[in-house]
């Protein structure tokens, strides 16, 4: 569990094929994780595979390499990271869970004196979830969702959002790495599953 609050950004400096799975090499100087781990990249949850000074590895698998922009990456390259919540820590966005539901397509970017927006358009299945002034997480990122128009939403980027994450600096037609928030999709399936229950 996450709370869509970046800890920092890590540089790609490898990535390499291994048998079923990609090892994503990352520079992080953080000398309490262990092995085992969870921290989520770029949103997505991972376990923390080996280690190195000043290296963590991870194991990337195809479903995950499918389902996000991961296998996107490439050395060089900056992910949001952000280690998994402890009992007792302030939670200051929202719960996170690490699952990515889906790509949402940035269409656009508007910045001028008085804000920065991203538009982005989430799969139909995923638009469901979306609702004014809710919460979602791009890329890692926990966000509100600003304005919505059907399967489109923007969301409204604070200066310090724009200072220590990537978001602002993705290009047109990026897939950030959607997940919705874990108390929309709960009371839309409630209701899907009553809805479905009452046509029977």
Do not use: Y
């Not at 079923?20 to 376990?47: H, M, Q």
Request: hydrophobic share 45%; proline share 4%.
């Amino acid at each position: 569990m996450f709370t869509g609050i970046i800890e920092k950004a890590a540089r790609v400096i490898g990535v390499s094929a291994g048998p079923k799975f990609v090892r994503l090499v990352l520079a992080a100087d953080w000398p309490d994780v262990r092995l085992g781990e969870s921290v989520a990249v770029n949103g997505v949850c991972l376990t923390v595979a080996e280690m190195a000074p000043g290296e963590l590895m991870f194991d990337v698998v195809q479903e995950t390499l499918r389902r996000t922009n991961l296998g996107l990456l490439k050395a060089g390259d900056e992910v949001h990271v952000e280690r998994s919540l402890r009992a007792g820590d302030r939670i200051d966005g929202h719960f996170v869970q690490g699952h990515v539901d889906g790509p949402a397509t940035l269409l656009e970017q508007v910045s001028d004196e008085r804000e920065w927006r991203l538009k982005c358009k989430a799969a139909p299945d995923l638009a469901k979830f979306l609702a004014p002034k809710g919460s979602v997480c791009l890329d890692g990122v926990s966000l509100t969702v600003a304005s919505l128009h059907g399967d489109e939403f923007e969301v409204a980027l604070i200066p310090t959002t724009v200072a220590i994450t990537h978001l602002a600096r993705r290009p047109i037609g990026w897939p950030f790495n959607f997940e919705a928030d874990i108390i929309s999709k709960t009371v839309v399936a409630h209701l899907e599953r009553r809805q479905r229950r009452a046509e029977d």
